[in-house]
Protein backbone atom coordinates (compact mmCIF):
# COMPACT_ATOMS: atom_id res chain seq x y z
CA UNK A 1 0.00 0.00 0.00
CA UNK A 2 1.23 3.35 -0.79
CA UNK A 3 1.54 5.79 2.20
CA UNK A 4 -0.95 8.42 1.80
CA UNK A 5 0.60 11.80 3.05
CA UNK A 6 -2.19 12.64 5.65
CA UNK A 7 -2.19 16.44 6.65
CA UNK A 8 -5.06 15.90 9.15
CA UNK A 9 -6.66 19.25 10.08
CA UNK A 10 -4.07 21.59 9.87
CA UNK A 11 -4.03 22.82 6.50
CA UNK A 12 -0.58 24.00 7.03
CA UNK A 13 1.28 21.40 5.02
CA UNK A 14 -0.42 21.29 2.38
CA UNK A 15 0.27 23.45 -0.64
CA UNK A 16 -2.73 26.06 -0.58
CA UNK A 17 -1.33 27.34 -4.78
CA UNK A 18 -1.20 25.61 -7.22
CA UNK A 19 2.01 23.68 -7.94
CA UNK A 20 4.54 25.98 -10.67
CA UNK A 21 5.13 23.98 -13.55
CA UNK A 22 8.73 23.37 -14.03
CA UNK A 23 9.55 25.33 -17.27
CA UNK A 24 8.64 28.49 -15.81
CA UNK A 25 11.46 28.89 -14.50
CA UNK A 26 12.64 29.27 -18.05
CA UNK A 27 10.55 32.55 -17.64
CA UNK A 28 13.49 34.76 -15.93
CA UNK A 29 16.04 33.22 -18.18
CA UNK A 30 14.77 35.30 -21.38
CA UNK A 31 14.12 38.14 -19.22
CA UNK A 32 17.93 39.08 -18.71
CA UNK A 33 18.03 40.52 -22.13
CA UNK A 34 15.97 42.76 -22.03
CA UNK A 35 15.92 46.76 -20.28
CA UNK A 36 18.29 47.12 -17.59
CA UNK A 37 22.63 47.43 -18.20
CA UNK A 38 23.94 44.67 -15.88
CA UNK A 39 27.10 46.85 -13.81
CA UNK A 40 30.69 46.30 -16.00
CA UNK A 41 28.76 45.81 -19.04
CA UNK A 42 28.74 47.89 -22.39
CA UNK A 43 25.72 49.93 -22.52
CA UNK A 44 23.51 49.26 -25.42
CA UNK A 45 22.73 51.62 -28.15
CA UNK A 46 19.24 51.66 -29.93
CA UNK A 47 18.52 48.62 -31.60
CA UNK A 48 21.93 46.95 -30.37
CA UNK A 49 21.52 43.16 -29.18
CA UNK A 50 21.84 43.27 -25.00
CA UNK A 51 24.49 41.13 -24.03
CA UNK A 52 23.51 38.70 -21.67
CA UNK A 53 24.61 38.96 -18.09
CA UNK A 54 23.59 37.23 -14.82
CA UNK A 55 22.62 38.20 -11.29
CA UNK A 56 25.06 37.93 -8.42
CA UNK A 57 21.93 35.28 -6.97
CA UNK A 58 23.27 33.05 -10.27
CA UNK A 59 26.82 34.01 -10.49
CA UNK A 60 27.40 33.09 -6.58
CA UNK A 61 24.63 31.55 -5.07
CA UNK A 62 26.52 32.18 -1.71
CA UNK A 63 27.11 35.59 -1.77
CA UNK A 64 25.08 37.24 1.18
CA UNK A 65 26.13 41.28 0.82
CA UNK A 66 26.71 43.62 -2.21
CA UNK A 67 27.51 47.25 -3.04
CA UNK A 68 25.70 48.00 -6.26
CA UNK A 69 23.67 51.03 -7.65
CA UNK A 70 19.69 52.02 -7.59
CA UNK A 71 18.31 51.98 -10.95
CA UNK A 72 15.17 53.76 -10.35
CA UNK A 73 13.01 53.61 -7.45
CA UNK A 74 8.74 53.20 -7.63
CA UNK A 75 5.04 51.80 -6.35
CA UNK A 76 2.91 49.10 -7.01
CA UNK A 77 -0.38 48.84 -5.55
CA UNK A 78 1.31 51.33 -2.35
CA UNK A 79 4.09 49.42 -2.09
CA UNK A 80 7.59 50.69 -3.00
CA UNK A 81 10.12 48.89 -4.80
CA UNK A 82 13.49 49.87 -5.92
CA UNK A 83 15.45 47.96 -9.42
CA UNK A 84 19.14 47.06 -9.01
CA UNK A 85 22.10 47.43 -11.21
CA UNK A 86 22.34 43.72 -9.94
CA UNK A 87 21.12 41.98 -6.94
CA UNK A 88 22.02 38.92 -4.60
CA UNK A 89 18.05 38.57 -4.28
CA UNK A 90 16.36 35.35 -5.69
CA UNK A 91 12.77 36.73 -7.22
CA UNK A 92 9.73 34.53 -6.82
CA UNK A 93 10.17 32.05 -9.86
CA UNK A 94 9.73 28.29 -10.92
CA UNK A 95 8.43 26.99 -7.63
CA UNK A 96 10.98 28.72 -5.38
CA UNK A 97 9.56 31.75 -2.83
CA UNK A 98 10.99 34.60 -3.58
CA UNK A 99 14.53 35.58 -1.32
CA UNK A 100 14.00 38.16 1.52
CA UNK A 101 16.68 40.63 3.01
CA UNK A 102 17.72 44.22 3.31
CA UNK A 103 18.53 47.42 1.24
CA UNK A 104 20.66 49.46 3.31
CA UNK A 105 18.53 47.84 6.49
CA UNK A 106 15.08 48.17 4.73
CA UNK A 107 13.38 45.30 5.31
CA UNK A 108 13.47 43.65 1.86
CA UNK A 109 9.47 41.84 2.25
CA UNK A 110 9.29 40.83 -1.44
CA UNK A 111 11.48 40.12 -4.85
CA UNK A 112 9.62 40.16 -8.08
CA UNK A 113 10.32 39.95 -12.02
CA UNK A 114 8.28 42.64 -13.48
CA UNK A 115 7.97 43.35 -17.58
CA UNK A 116 11.72 42.10 -17.36
CA UNK A 117 13.58 43.93 -13.94
CA UNK A 118 13.85 42.62 -10.68
CA UNK A 119 11.53 44.61 -8.22
CA UNK A 120 12.53 44.79 -4.64
CA UNK A 121 9.69 45.35 -2.96
CA UNK A 122 10.45 46.84 0.69
CA UNK A 123 8.60 46.95 3.89
CA UNK A 124 6.66 50.14 4.74
CA UNK A 125 8.65 52.02 6.99
CA UNK A 126 9.01 55.78 8.01
CA UNK A 127 12.14 56.15 5.98
CA UNK A 128 13.29 57.80 2.69
CA UNK A 129 13.23 55.11 -0.33
CA UNK A 130 16.51 54.98 -2.09
CA UNK A 131 16.77 56.66 -5.52
CA UNK A 132 18.15 55.96 -8.89
CA UNK A 133 21.71 56.40 -9.18
CA UNK A 134 21.87 55.89 -4.88
CA UNK A 135 24.68 53.68 -4.18
CA UNK A 136 22.99 50.94 -1.93
CA UNK A 137 23.73 47.66 0.12
CA UNK A 138 22.13 44.94 -0.13
CA UNK A 139 22.01 42.00 2.54
CA UNK A 140 20.70 38.55 1.99
CA UNK A 141 18.45 36.53 4.99
CA UNK A 142 20.81 33.71 4.03
CA UNK A 143 18.98 30.67 6.50
CA UNK A 144 16.16 31.27 4.49
CA UNK A 145 17.90 31.13 0.97
CA UNK A 146 19.80 27.85 2.39
CA UNK A 147 16.78 26.55 2.91
CA UNK A 148 15.15 27.20 -0.35
CA UNK A 149 18.55 25.63 -1.75
CA UNK A 150 17.83 22.61 0.33
CA UNK A 151 14.33 21.79 -1.41
CA UNK A 152 14.83 23.18 -4.39
CA UNK A 153 17.91 21.36 -5.10
CA UNK A 154 16.53 18.11 -3.62
CA UNK A 155 13.52 18.35 -6.21
CA UNK A 156 16.24 18.29 -8.82
CA UNK A 157 18.05 15.27 -7.85
CA UNK A 158 14.19 13.66 -6.69
CA UNK A 159 13.15 14.17 -10.55
CA UNK A 160 16.07 13.22 -11.81
CA UNK A 161 15.88 9.60 -9.95
CA UNK A 162 12.13 9.31 -10.37
CA UNK A 163 12.64 9.41 -14.18
CA UNK A 164 16.04 7.75 -14.31
CA UNK A 165 14.76 4.68 -12.42
CA UNK A 166 10.99 4.75 -13.00
CA UNK A 167 10.57 6.71 -16.78
CA UNK A 168 8.12 8.94 -14.09
CA UNK A 169 8.47 12.68 -15.31
CA UNK A 170 8.02 15.48 -13.31
CA UNK A 171 5.11 18.02 -14.09
CA UNK A 172 5.77 20.69 -11.46
CA UNK A 173 7.07 21.62 -8.23
CA UNK A 174 5.86 23.22 -5.37
CA UNK A 175 8.47 24.79 -2.31
CA UNK A 176 5.88 25.09 0.62
CA UNK A 177 5.99 26.53 3.84
CA UNK A 178 6.90 23.37 5.17
CA UNK A 179 7.52 20.67 3.28
CA UNK A 180 7.52 20.57 -0.77
CA UNK A 181 6.13 18.51 -3.51
CA UNK A 182 6.48 17.23 -6.97
CA UNK A 183 4.03 16.10 -8.85
CA UNK A 184 4.68 13.17 -11.27
CA UNK A 185 3.02 12.23 -14.60
CA UNK A 186 2.25 8.55 -12.98
CA UNK A 187 -1.02 7.27 -10.86
CA UNK A 188 0.46 4.18 -10.26
CA UNK A 189 3.13 4.56 -7.22
CA UNK A 190 3.61 1.82 -4.89
CA UNK A 191 5.01 1.84 -1.47
CA UNK A 192 7.86 -0.56 -2.57
CA UNK A 193 9.34 2.11 -5.84
CA UNK A 194 8.92 5.09 -3.04
CA UNK A 195 11.29 3.27 -0.87
CA UNK A 196 13.60 2.30 -3.90
CA UNK A 197 13.49 5.90 -5.43
CA UNK A 198 14.50 7.06 -1.43
CA UNK A 199 17.37 4.92 -1.13
CA UNK A 200 18.77 5.92 -4.35
CA UNK A 201 18.13 9.33 -3.72
CA UNK A 202 20.27 8.63 -0.23
CA UNK A 203 23.09 7.36 -2.40
CA UNK A 204 23.38 10.23 -4.03
CA UNK A 205 23.42 12.35 -1.39
CA UNK A 206 26.12 10.18 -0.07
CA UNK A 207 28.26 10.82 -3.27
CA UNK A 208 28.83 14.17 -2.87
CA UNK A 209 27.84 15.05 -6.40
CA UNK A 210 29.13 18.55 -7.48
CA UNK A 211 26.70 20.96 -8.49
CA UNK A 212 27.67 23.19 -11.34
CA UNK A 213 25.66 25.98 -13.58
CA UNK A 214 26.63 27.44 -17.08
CA UNK A 215 25.46 29.48 -19.17
CA UNK A 216 25.47 28.01 -23.05
CA UNK A 217 24.23 29.45 -26.59
CA UNK A 218 21.10 27.93 -28.53
CA UNK A 219 23.14 26.16 -30.76
CA UNK A 220 25.60 24.29 -28.10
CA UNK A 221 22.21 23.44 -25.93
CA UNK A 222 20.48 21.88 -29.16
CA UNK A 223 23.36 19.96 -29.02
CA UNK A 224 23.17 18.43 -24.99
CA UNK A 225 21.23 15.99 -24.02
CA UNK A 226 19.14 17.95 -21.76
CA UNK A 227 16.48 17.23 -19.77
CA UNK A 228 13.94 19.91 -20.43
CA UNK A 229 10.39 20.74 -21.59
CA UNK A 230 11.54 22.79 -23.86
CA UNK A 231 12.48 26.71 -23.77
CA UNK A 232 9.01 29.39 -23.91
CA UNK A 233 8.04 30.49 -26.88
CA UNK A 234 10.32 33.41 -28.34
CA UNK A 235 13.13 32.63 -26.21
CA UNK A 236 16.36 34.34 -27.11
CA UNK A 237 19.76 34.38 -26.02
CA UNK A 238 21.78 32.10 -23.94
CA UNK A 239 20.24 29.16 -21.66
CA UNK A 240 21.34 28.48 -17.98
CA UNK A 241 21.79 24.80 -17.39
CA UNK A 242 22.65 23.10 -13.82
CA UNK A 243 24.04 20.31 -13.97
CA UNK A 244 24.68 17.46 -10.87
CA UNK A 245 27.46 15.51 -12.11
CA UNK A 246 26.87 12.42 -13.98
CA UNK A 247 22.82 12.68 -12.65
CA UNK A 248 21.05 14.97 -14.58
CA UNK A 249 21.86 18.16 -16.97
CA UNK A 250 18.82 20.60 -17.00
CA UNK A 251 17.62 23.70 -17.35
CA UNK A 252 16.84 26.04 -14.19
CA UNK A 253 17.35 29.54 -13.48
CA UNK A 254 17.15 28.96 -9.95
CA UNK A 255 19.50 29.07 -7.07
CA UNK A 256 21.33 25.37 -6.45
CA UNK A 257 23.77 23.75 -3.77
CA UNK A 258 27.57 22.96 -4.78
CA UNK A 259 26.92 19.54 -3.52
CA UNK A 260 24.58 17.10 -2.90
CA UNK A 261 26.24 16.22 0.36
CA UNK A 262 24.91 19.65 1.35
CA UNK A 263 21.17 18.05 0.93
CA UNK A 264 21.94 16.30 4.30
CA UNK A 265 19.24 13.78 3.68
CA UNK A 266 15.99 13.61 1.87
CA UNK A 267 13.25 11.91 3.36
CA UNK A 268 9.74 11.01 1.22
CA UNK A 269 6.41 11.89 3.01
CA UNK A 270 3.97 9.89 0.67
CA UNK A 271 1.78 10.74 -1.93
CA UNK A 272 -1.54 11.69 -2.64
CA UNK A 273 -3.28 11.68 -5.89
CA UNK A 274 -3.79 14.55 -8.82
CA UNK A 275 -5.27 14.99 -11.53
CA UNK A 276 -4.58 11.61 -13.17
CA UNK A 277 -0.99 11.98 -11.50
CA UNK A 278 0.47 11.91 -8.14
CA UNK A 279 2.11 14.57 -5.67
CA UNK A 280 4.91 13.02 -4.00
CA UNK A 281 5.44 15.16 -0.64
CA UNK A 282 9.31 15.23 0.95
CA UNK A 283 11.52 17.51 2.83
CA UNK A 284 15.21 17.77 2.74
CA UNK A 285 18.32 19.12 4.47
CA UNK A 286 17.57 21.54 7.93
CA UNK A 287 14.25 21.07 7.60
CA UNK A 288 14.11 17.69 7.96
CA UNK A 289 16.19 18.16 11.14
CA UNK A 290 13.76 20.13 12.30
CA UNK A 291 10.69 18.09 11.20
CA UNK A 292 11.72 15.62 13.30
CA UNK A 293 12.68 17.40 16.26
CA UNK A 294 9.11 18.76 16.24
CA UNK A 295 7.65 15.29 16.06
CA UNK A 296 10.37 13.78 18.99
CA UNK A 297 8.91 16.70 21.36
CA UNK A 298 5.32 15.56 20.32
CA UNK A 299 5.76 12.50 21.18
CA UNK A 300 7.50 13.04 24.33
CA UNK A 301 4.58 15.30 25.71
CA UNK A 302 2.22 12.51 24.38
CA UNK A 303 3.99 9.78 26.49
CA UNK A 304 3.77 11.76 29.06
CA UNK A 305 0.12 12.55 28.57
CA UNK A 306 -0.96 8.62 27.98
CA UNK A 307 1.77 7.51 30.23
CA UNK A 308 2.86 4.67 27.10
CA UNK A 309 6.39 4.50 25.12
CA UNK A 310 6.61 5.43 21.88
CA UNK A 311 5.22 1.97 20.24
CA UNK A 312 1.95 2.00 22.59
CA UNK A 313 1.11 5.54 21.92
CA UNK A 314 -1.21 4.77 19.11
CA UNK A 315 -3.06 1.67 21.16
CA UNK A 316 -3.14 4.47 24.05
CA UNK A 317 -4.60 6.78 22.04
CA UNK A 318 -7.80 4.46 20.72
CA UNK A 319 -8.02 2.69 23.87
CA UNK A 320 -8.99 6.12 25.55
CA UNK A 321 -10.89 7.57 22.39
CA UNK A 322 -13.26 3.70 22.86
CA UNK A 323 -13.18 4.49 26.97
CA UNK A 324 -14.79 8.06 25.24
CA UNK A 325 -17.19 6.58 23.25
CA UNK A 326 -18.42 3.96 26.05
CA UNK A 327 -18.58 7.21 28.46
CA UNK A 328 -20.60 9.26 26.02
CA UNK A 329 -23.36 6.19 25.25
CA UNK A 330 -23.36 5.50 29.48
CA UNK A 331 -23.98 9.10 29.65
CA UNK A 332 -26.54 9.53 27.19
CA UNK A 333 -28.56 6.62 28.52
CA UNK A 334 -28.87 8.37 31.94
CA UNK A 335 -29.98 11.65 30.06
CA UNK A 336 -32.56 9.38 28.19
CA UNK A 337 -33.85 7.97 32.12
CA UNK A 338 -33.38 12.19 33.64
CA UNK A 339 -35.53 13.29 30.91
CA UNK A 340 -38.49 10.63 31.52
CA UNK A 341 -38.21 11.35 34.69
CA UNK A 342 -38.48 15.27 34.40
CA UNK A 343 -41.32 14.62 31.75
CA UNK A 344 -43.29 12.30 34.10
CA UNK A 345 -43.05 14.71 36.81
CA UNK A 346 -44.24 17.56 34.27
CA UNK A 347 -46.77 16.00 32.96
CA UNK A 348 -48.87 15.05 36.33
CA UNK A 349 -48.83 18.89 36.91
CA UNK A 350 -52.57 20.56 36.24
CA UNK A 351 -51.54 23.58 34.10
CA UNK A 352 -52.28 23.76 30.38
CA UNK A 353 -48.70 25.33 29.84
CA UNK A 354 -46.20 23.12 31.16
CA UNK A 355 -42.32 25.74 31.79
CA UNK A 356 -39.22 24.49 33.16
CA UNK A 357 -35.67 25.50 33.42
CA UNK A 358 -32.64 23.43 33.49
CA UNK A 359 -29.12 24.91 34.62
CA UNK A 360 -26.46 23.22 32.94
CA UNK A 361 -28.44 21.11 30.02
CA UNK A 362 -28.57 21.90 26.66
CA UNK A 363 -31.01 21.62 23.54
CA UNK A 364 -31.07 18.07 22.57
CA UNK A 365 -32.22 17.52 26.67
CA UNK A 366 -35.06 19.47 26.24
CA UNK A 367 -36.10 17.77 23.04
CA UNK A 368 -36.09 14.64 24.74
CA UNK A 369 -38.45 16.19 27.55
CA UNK A 370 -40.53 17.69 25.09
CA UNK A 371 -41.27 14.45 22.99
CA UNK A 372 -42.42 12.59 26.31
CA UNK A 373 -44.44 14.90 27.42
CA UNK A 374 -46.23 15.15 24.32
CA UNK A 375 -46.58 11.32 24.24
CA UNK A 376 -47.77 11.71 28.06
CA UNK A 377 -49.55 14.68 27.82
CA UNK A 378 -51.05 15.17 24.34
CA UNK A 379 -53.32 18.03 25.04
CA UNK A 380 -50.94 20.29 27.16
CA UNK A 381 -47.72 22.52 25.01
CA UNK A 382 -44.39 23.50 26.90
CA UNK A 383 -42.07 26.03 26.76
CA UNK A 384 -38.55 24.65 28.48
CA UNK A 385 -35.61 26.55 28.84
CA UNK A 386 -31.74 25.34 29.62
CA UNK A 387 -28.66 27.60 29.74
CA UNK A 388 -26.67 29.16 32.86
CA UNK A 389 -27.56 32.64 33.84
CA UNK A 390 -29.37 34.72 30.39
CA UNK A 391 -27.79 32.80 28.00
CA UNK A 392 -29.37 29.40 26.60
CA UNK A 393 -31.99 27.28 24.54
CA UNK A 394 -35.61 27.39 24.31
CA UNK A 395 -37.81 24.84 23.27
CA UNK A 396 -41.88 25.36 22.44
CA UNK A 397 -43.83 21.78 22.31
CA UNK A 398 -47.32 21.14 21.38
CA UNK A 399 -49.26 17.91 21.88
CA UNK A 400 -51.00 16.24 19.29
CA UNK A 401 -54.77 17.90 21.49
CA UNK A 402 -52.95 21.07 21.78
CA UNK A 403 -54.95 24.13 20.50
CA UNK A 404 -51.54 26.16 20.50
CA UNK A 405 -50.51 27.48 17.11
CA UNK A 406 -46.80 26.91 17.62
CA UNK A 407 -45.30 28.56 14.19
CA UNK A 408 -47.73 31.78 15.22
CA UNK A 409 -46.38 32.08 18.95
CA UNK A 410 -42.94 30.46 18.62
CA UNK A 411 -40.91 34.05 16.90
CA UNK A 412 -43.04 36.07 19.67
CA UNK A 413 -41.49 33.68 22.45
CA UNK A 414 -37.86 33.85 20.70
CA UNK A 415 -38.29 38.02 20.81
CA UNK A 416 -39.33 37.96 24.97
CA UNK A 417 -36.60 35.72 25.24
CA UNK A 418 -34.08 37.97 23.30
CA UNK A 419 -33.52 34.97 20.84
CA UNK A 420 -34.02 33.68 17.51
CA UNK A 421 -35.56 29.94 16.75
CA UNK A 422 -37.29 28.64 14.01
CA UNK A 423 -39.24 25.41 13.81
CA UNK A 424 -42.40 23.55 12.09
CA UNK A 425 -45.85 22.17 13.15
CA UNK A 426 -45.38 21.56 16.72
CA UNK A 427 -42.02 22.31 17.94
CA UNK A 428 -40.52 25.75 17.80
CA UNK A 429 -36.72 25.87 18.96
CA UNK A 430 -33.69 28.62 19.24
CA UNK A 431 -31.01 30.34 21.65
CA UNK A 432 -32.46 32.50 24.37
CA UNK A 433 -30.21 35.79 26.17
CA UNK A 434 -33.27 36.91 28.33
CA UNK A 435 -34.23 33.44 30.11
CA UNK A 436 -35.29 35.36 32.83
CA UNK A 437 -38.41 36.58 31.29
CA UNK A 438 -39.44 32.76 30.89
CA UNK A 439 -42.85 33.58 32.59
CA UNK A 440 -43.79 36.50 30.42
CA UNK A 441 -42.84 34.07 27.50
CA UNK A 442 -45.15 31.59 29.17
CA UNK A 443 -48.02 34.03 28.99
CA UNK A 444 -47.90 33.85 25.25
CA UNK A 445 -48.68 30.57 25.33
CA UNK A 446 -52.66 30.28 26.78
ZN1 LIG B 1 16.96 24.45 -10.30
Redesign the pocket.
Known sequence: MVPKYRSGKSSADVPEIASTPLWS?FSHVTCHFTGIRRSGGPRPTQGETVVPDIFAYERDPRLTRLETTVVRSGGEEGRSYVVLEDTILYPEGGGQPADRGTIDSIEVCDVQRVSGEVRHFLAPQRVTVPRGGDLITVELAWGRRFDHMQQ?TGQ?LLTAIAEATFGWATTAFHLGERISDIELDTSDVRAEQLEELEEAVAAEIRAARPITTKQVSPDEYGLMPVRSRGLPSGHAGSVRL?EIDGIDLNT?G?T?LSSTAELEGLKLLGTESVRGGARLFYVAGVRLRRLHAAHHARNAELRSLFGASDDELVAAAAAKLEQLRESQRTLRSIEDNLATACAAGLAQRVEPVLISHWPGRDLSFLQRVAREVGRLAPDRVVLLTAGEGESGAFLIGAGEASPCDVPEVGPQVAEVLGGRGGGSGRFFQGRATALSRLEEAASLLG
Open positions: FHHVCGH
